[in-house]
């Protein structure tokens, strides 16, 4: 019986529930490993069978001309605690900034959303932290139906990003947060080596496996490395709850590819180099940015691009990536770019051999399927 239903040039509608799995709690990654680039990383080619590697063999594995697309966001410490203040008592208040709207105004999802009114103001800074120019206040804009508000800050710009990382915390993944609460180790571990342009609340986190030694290594193979920056949001983790994949829609994350990058990219795959992104993150704005023919362009622009098997691939050859949870945009992604049953034998491997899952878990690199699933 056919499991999915045509709905357009780039993908099929498809029951969510197919990209669901059970996944045991041991598997689920609550520190990385260290080094980075000592993590396990299970090799998926179409055809062939599974090879369990680690990622410091990722230059053998590539060949001299292929180019990797790392993603250089920078997270910032969007996890903000604080009370409601100037109407009757004073609740806590927990918001994660998750996306900015202009040099004030920031959307963000608040804990618990019904303490809070449009006009209230929420006085955030906790255990005697404040900022150096005295207690960030925000006044509630907007209220959205998930639980999301419109903050608008008292500080603008420059000033209002070095408050926010003066009293702000690393923004942990809600796996990773329910069982352990973010620490100083958090602060350099949920960043990767390539962390330069401040804009994400979710790191993008393929990039966290690398090394100056890994990257020295895969110069010497002869294997190019390019920086793009998509601002990852929080909404690009989340599971779909929507029963059919045509009705999930994707938060919109700011993104840029510099015309250098682009040609850069084009001529290399035109002598015979694949495009290798690192990360779900890179591959959704490379995507984005690709022409019909397979050209990038340059880019600068917000993308919801929503991947889903069927779709077809025009600019990326091969992916690294993280495991990723039951019925996210991410298991999907990688579904369409393997196969789904490819993907669930993958994955049922690397749960039954003991990969480690997740942001700080091990990865995948994934060679695409061209066989439509």
Request: charged letters at 25%; glycine letters at 8%.
């Amino acid at each position: 019986m056919d499991r999915r239903i045509k709905s357009g040039d780039d993908g099929y509608r498809m029951r969510t529930d197919l990209f669901d799995f059970d996944l045991p709690a041991e598997n689920i990654a609550l520190r990385p490993v260290s080094p980075r680039d000592a993590a396990r990383m299970l090799v998926v080619r179409p055809g062939a069978p599974l090879e369990d590697r680690i990622v410091r063999d990722l230059p053998s594995l590539l060949a001299p001309g292929d180019q990797l697309v790392v993603n250089d966001t920078r997270v910032i410490a969007a996890q903000l605690t604080g009370r409601r203040i100037g109407r009757g008592p004073e609740p806590k208040i927990e918001a994660t900034l998750i996306k900015r709207l202009d040099g004030a105004r920031w959307q963000a999802l608040v804990k618990p959303a019904k303490k809070l009114l449009p006009g209230d103001v929420v006085r955030f800074g906790h255990d005697g932290r404040v900022c150096l120019l005295g207690h960030l206040d925000a006044t509630v804009e907007a209220k959205g139906e998930a639980g999301e508000v419109t903050l608008a800050f008292s500080f603008h710009g420059p000033v209002l990003d070095q408050a926010i990382a003066e009293i702000g915390a690393t923004p942990l993944p809600p796996y990773i947060a329910s069982k352990r609460p973010p620490d100083a180790q958090d602060v350099a571990d949920y960043q990767t080596m390539f962390a330069a342009n401040e804009g994400a609340v979710a790191a993008p986190t393929a990039g966290l496996h690398f090394t100056a030694e890994l990257e020295a290594a895969l110069a010497a193979r002869g294997v190019g490395l390019h920086r793009i920056t998509l601002h990852v949001g929080a909404g690009t983790f989340l599971p779909v709850k929507a029963e059919d994949t045509s009705e999930h829609r994707m938060h919109a994350e700011w993104g840029t590819i510099s015309s250098g990058t682009a040609d850069a990219l084009n001529a290399a795959r035109a002598a015979g180099g694949r495009i290798v992104a690192v990360g779900t993150t890179s591959l959704r704005l490379l995507e984005s940015a690709a022409r019909d023919d397979g050209r990038i362009a340059p880019f600068a622009d917000e993308t919801s691009i929503f991947i889903t098997p069927g779709y077809r691939f025009r600019a990326v050859d091969v992916l690294m990536t993280n495991f990723h949870l039951p019925r996210s945009t991410l298991f999907m992604l990688v579904s369409a770019f393997c196969g789904l049953d490819t993907m669930q034998a993958a994955y049922a491997h690397a749960i039954r051999t003991g990969y480690r899952f997740y942001s700080y878990g091990d990865a995948s690199l994934l060679f695409r399927n061209d066989i439509t699933p």
